[in-house]
């Protein structure tokens, strides 16, 4: 299925523009499956990313949810700003390898901040690649984390 960026664009000045931001470009990065990467580059952007992307999350979301009625389907949006998604990743890889590093040597649990579902998919990713620790979300909807513990996951 073919997607309309002028739509994406549409609804993301509409959004934007109710916090006075009108000079902004929206690029279609790539698709990928039932994903659509879209990536904003402007000047006074960067609120977007602040606190750890909460308002680029939920700009996302609610953008996610707006373009799926408009084309009728399931098609999930990654909204990105100069580079964040990227630089947030490593971030939690370092923090994965990090807690990991300290739960194997103290031989305790460590919670990780709240985080939304894609970062915590993230997180489990990279320490499911790292031995002597597993992990496991807890806690629900907005304090759901992340929590590294020692030994390995019984099945």
Same mark, same amino acid.
Do not use: W
């Given at each position: 299925m073919e997607y309309n960026i002028d739509e994406i664009e549409k609804y993301l000045k509409e959004i934007l523009g109710y916090f006075k931001i009108?000079?902004?470009?929206?690029?279609?990065?790539?698709?990928?499956?039932?994903?659509?990467?879209?990536?904003?580059? %402007?000047?006074n952007l960067n609120f977007l990313v602040k606190s750890s992307g909460e308002v680029i999350n939920s700009l996302q979301y609610i953008l996610t949810l707006n373009i799926n009625n408009i084309f009728g389907c399931f098609l999930r949006i990654v909204l990105d700003y100069n580079n964040f998604r990227h630089e947030r990743e490593k971030y939690l890889e370092f923090i994965s390898n990090k807690f990991?590093?300290?739960? !194997?040597?103290? %031989? =305790?649990?460590?919670?990780?901040? +709240?985080?939304? +579902?894609?970062? =915590? =998919?993230?997180?489990?990713?990279?320490?499911?690649? !790292?031995? *002597?620790?597993?992990?496991?979300?807890? %806690?629900?909807?907005?304090? =759901?984390?992340?929590?590294?513990? +020692? *030994?390995?996951?019984?099945?």
């Amino acid at each position: 299925m073919e997607y309309n960026i002028d739509e994406i664009e549409k609804y993301l000045k509409e959004i934007l523009g109710y916090f006075k931001i009108y000079s902004f470009t929206v690029n279609l990065d790539s698709f990928n499956k039932d994903v659509l990467y879209v990536n904003l580059e %402007g000047e006074n952007l960067n609120f977007l990313v602040k606190s750890s992307g909460e308002v680029i999350n939920s700009l996302q979301y609610i953008l996610t949810l707006n373009i799926n009625n408009i084309f009728g389907c399931f098609l999930r949006i990654v909204l990105d700003y100069n580079n964040f998604r990227h630089e947030r990743e490593k971030y939690l890889e370092f923090i994965s390898n990090k807690f990991s590093s300290e739960v !194997i040597k103290k %031989g =305790r649990a460590i919670t990780l901040e +709240p985080m939304n +579902p894609f970062e =915590r =998919r993230i997180v489990h990713s990279y320490i499911s690649n !790292i031995s *002597g620790v597993y992990s496991k979300s807890i %806690g629900n909807e907005l304090n =759901r984390c992340v929590v590294i513990y +020692p *030994g390995e996951q019984s099945s």
